[in-house]
């Protein structure tokens, strides 16, 4: 990562001669010349606001009269757009964006887009979709139009995604052990001991600084109100982190002049990150830990990202066939025989992971793995059992959890959830159940989820019944509206390109080591059906990059 | 390194290696036949016995026509030695390395999968066998070209050389052979004008013309040809070359892997045989002998090869 941190080092050199260059720009464009040479000989505190202002103003005030291409945008009616508001002015963070690239290479989308699409298939950036014929391979819809977070916004995101991860961490830690938080009933303790996701075999197991979440993917989601709400916990096999870096790789190859101007974090080092995270797990003693990512193969629908990360990582991608168990230490097979492994960062659930402790039929997993992580010789990543952290029931909890573990309050708030396990929740929601959205607890990747207002009275009716069939398998929640985005939606008539809101959401990625590490980014997901909430790769999503602006 | 890796290195090495002789051997036998047209019925039954495909083709084709066989050797994936075949075989393979790959080289086996999907029986029709067959053939020239330029030489550069090696080693047998055998009925053509046209075009098919008359002129003379196919210490893609750089790669790996046992180039191993019949033989002697016997033998010594290195280093199961 020696070029992350010198492309960092060059950017912050180029800082504040970006500033000057956009003006610039800005100047010759908009006939500003005489006002901003005033500008510049001021002071330099007194001459950011200047320029700042100015960009502002003239983003707002003449995009839509000078691109017929945004003046054609028409927001949602009820959701928050991320890029303009009700006025139409540019929010926080895009007035620069809009005007640097946005206005000016609107009629490149389409070529961009579609060399995007390219650049994937040929360099094989693609997942399987499950039930496809073996071997399906799809490219992950890529659209352009960056999704831009300001600098503030991203501080406090930042702070309460640490905030979170640590609480959720300390929760899977008390569950497999003391079980405090059970006992002082502040989280039922059948709810856990009956999650699908609760592991016993985990019990006794002591990772390296209690580090239980090593990788935690939180989907966040921005209502109406424009507050970023957490959806959901990703605390097993979060995915998605390569498309993350892809993307941004795709952005900056194909207007590279762009990223100069704009002053957008680094995502590159994420690989470097999670390295250290990992060998932050090794065993005591061992000074350079043997680190490899388990993969369950190639028609694993996030093959692409584990050989991408195990590539930039420099270490091996293995399958389970590739190791072996023997005196309670891990080993991998290779050419010049056993060679013993310290972490691993696993890509398989629980279930798979040991046929001796889990499914017995699994044949991607190691026998005896359970075994060497209890005796201590290797550790992975994630724990066994982190489930019971990201369980849709549990995640009513969170609020609780965090004050209970940090004494604090939530920094980011979750979506008001009913447990349909609690009877007066579950009448009421049943008496209005086109209102919700509700979602299986145990499963993830958006499968299973009716949401309520949008579906068939014949699924509302199977799902009642399956809901009273078995209510501890479903929470529900009120619809939220949730944020759109300008996007990239086909051609109009006269061929031009069509920009609409599209709804999206947003993965931002937490590596808990011995010290957090946030990855200055995430993953935006973006809907790319018309009036579609589910935005999985899985069911017709797409992605964008998502720019994290440094000031 | 993994086991399973170094299988997977050896193995998409071999199917690039498989698909590019097919390429070659589809492209002179058209070439040929435009040249001298023949009164055979059948021109194309002798490729489908130089590659043991003969009972194969039987299942799928009545008669072997131009187009039946152009077609099975190149599009049919129910030929899984088709290219088609060896390339998506080969892109499997590489597809579960390819984090040990480097990017170019995965970029180019990908985009040639990608191609291959779309090639359809029109393709000879719409490019024309032979401008389709000389842009395979640069497209494995580039493959190989990639390799040598990013991979670093290590020991999954020597798993790679195994299987390119080993395939290239029974590929040129398998064609001498063919030619000695099959293309050749009628004993009074024997050093005529159609045998040599025959005997070029096998060498053409090794890219070995050019070659080959650097070193014998522009005669074409059985025993040469055999002497250059079979034993040229410098030509690439001779028998011999193979052999040499086959035997360096797996010396590089024993030393690595440190094993006790012993070596694959034994004296009394395979290895040891194929090494000591292609560095001590000479054409004249060996087609006195018999020219066909020598070309099983080097045959199943390759594949004797195969499983050893198959038991020391690949089997992972």
Redesign the interface.
């Given at each position: 990562m020696r070029i992350g941190r010198r492309l960092l080092l060059r950017f912050f050199s180029f800082l504040f001669l970006t500033f000057l260059r956009s003006l610039v720009v800005l100047i010759k464009a908009h006939s500003l010349r005489t006002a901003t040479r005033r500008q510049l000989t001021r002071e330099r505190g007194a001459e950011i606001v200047a320029i700042q202002t100015a960009v502002t103003e003239v983003a707002a005030s003449k995009l839509s009269s000078l691109t017929p291409f945004w003046a054609a945008y028409k927001a949602h009616a009820d959701a928050f757009d991320e890029m303009f508001n009700r006025q139409g002015a540019p929010r926080a963070g895009y007035s620069r964006v809009l005007a640097e690239f946005l206005a000016t290479h609107a009629d490149r989308f389409d070529e961009i887009r579609a060399r995007a699409d390219r650049m994937f298939?040929?360099?094989?950036v693609t997942f399987n979709v499950y039930g496809d014929s073996a071997g399906a391979e799809r490219i992950f819809p890529f659209d352009p139009i960056p999704r831009v977070i300001d600098a503030g916004t991203w501080a406090n995101l930042e702070a309460g995604l640490i905030q979170r991860v640590r609480a959720l961490n300390a929760f899977v830690a008390d569950v497999y052990g003391e079980g405090c938080i059970l006992k002082d009933e502040v989280v039922p303790a059948d709810l856990i001991k009956t999650s699908p996701q609760f592991r016993r075999a985990a019990a006794g197991i002591k990772p390296p600084h209690g580090a239980h979440i090593t990788v935690a993917g939180i989907d966040l989601v921005r209502g109406a109100d424009g507050e970023f709400r957490v959806l959901e916990d990703n605390v097993r096999t979060p995915s998605g982190v390569s498309y993350v870096i892809k993307n941004r790789l795709v952005m900056t190859r194909l207007v590279p002049e762009l990223m100069r101007e704009v002053g957008v974090r680094s995502v590159e080092h994420y690989p470097a990150d999670l390295l250290a995270s990992l060998c932050e797990l090794a065993p005591s003693g061992v000074s350079r830990p043997v680190v490899a990512l388990l993969t369950p193969?190639?028609y694993n629908s996030a093959?692409f990202e584990h050989?991408?990360l195990?590539?930039q990582m420099g270490i091996?991608?293995?399958?389970g066939?590739?190791l072996v168990c023997m005196d309670h230490k891990l080993y991998?097979?290779?050419?010049?025989?056993l060679r013993q492994v310290d972490v691993l960062y696993r890509r398989i659930d629980d279930d798979f992971l040991d046929p001796v402790v889990f499914r017995p039929d699994s044949l991607l997993g190691v026998p005896g793995l359970t075994s060497v992580l209890r005796a201590g010789n290797a550790a992975i990543a994630n724990g066994i059992g982190t489930g019971v952290a990201d369980d849709k029931a549990v995640y009513a909890y969170t609020p609780a959890m965090i004050r209970y573990y940090l004494g604090e309050d939530a920094i980011l708030p979750i979506v008001q959830t009913y447990l349909m396990r609690d009877p007066d929740m579950r009448a009421m929601v049943l008496r209005d159940i086109d209102q919700f959205v509700l979602k299986p607890t145990g499963e993830s990747g958006g499968y299973g989820v009716v949401i309520g207002p949008k579906a068939s009275d014949r699924e509302l009716a199977e799902t009642r019944e399956r809901i009273q069939r078995d209510p501890a398998g479903f929470v529900a929640q009120p619809v939220v509206q949730i944020s759109t985005h300008p996007t990239i939606c086909g051609h109009r008539a006269d061929g031009a390109v069509e920009v609409a809101p599209r709804h999206i959401d947003f993965r931002p990625f937490v590596l808990l080591g011995e010290r957090p590490r946030v990855l200055p980014g995430g993953l935006t997901r973006v809907a790319l059906r018309e009036g579609s909430l589910i935005v999985n790769s899985s069911q017709g999503g797409g992605s964008k990059d998502t720019w994290v602006m440094a000031a | 390194m993994l086991r399973r890796i170094a299988d997977h290195l050896f193995w998409m090495a071999r199917y690039l290696e498989r698909a590019e002789w097919r390429a070659r051997l589809a492209d002179v036998n058209y070439h040929l036949l435009v040249e001298t047209p023949t009164k055979d019925p059948h021109p194309w039954a002798p490729l489908l016995a130089i590659t043991g495909d003969g009972e194969l083709f039987a299942k799928y084709y009545d008669a072997p026509s131009e187009t039946d066989v152009l077609d099975f050797f190149t599009l049919q994936t129910r030929n899984p030695s088709s290219i088609v075949s060896c390339v998506n075989a080969a892109r499997e393979n590489a597809r579960s390395l390819r984090h040990r790959l480097s990017s170019e080289l995965w970029l180019e086996i990908n985009t040639l999968y990608l191609d291959a999907q779309q090639w359809m029986p029109a393709v000879f029709d719409q490019q024309g066998v032979y401008a389709f067959f000389n842009e395979l053939r640069n497209r494995f020239h580039r493959l190989s070209g990639i390799s040598h330029a990013t991979m670093p030489r290590d020991v999954e550069f020597d798993f790679m050389t195994l299987g390119t090696m080993l395939e290239r080693a029974e590929n040129v047998s398998r064609m001498l052979d063919s030619k000695y055998h099959y293309l050749l009925p009628r004993l009074e053509d024997v050093g005529g004008p159609i045998d040599r046209m025959q005997w070029a075009a096998v060498l053409r098919s090794a890219s070995a013309l050019e070659a080959y008359r650097r070193v014998y002129g522009n005669q074409i003379a059985v025993a040469r040809v055999v002497e250059f196919l079979l034993f040229d210490e410098a030509f690439p893609r001779s028998a011999r070359f193979a052999v040499d750089r086959l035997q360096a790669a797996v010396e590089r790996i024993e030393h690595t892997a440190h094993s006790g046992e012993p070596a694959v180039f034994a004296a009394d191993s395979p290895g040891g045989k194929l090494a000591f019949l292609l560095r001590e033989g000479n054409a004249e002697a060996v087609i006195a002998a018999g020219l066909h016997e020598f070309l099983m033998e080097v045959q199943d010594l390759c594949a004797d090869i195969g499983s050893v290195i198959f038991d020391k280093y690949l089997r992972f199961e």
């Open positions: 298939l040929n360099e094989g193969g190639v093959f050989v991408f195990s590539q091996e991608l293995v399958e066939r590739d991998m097979k290779t050419v010049g025989g | -």
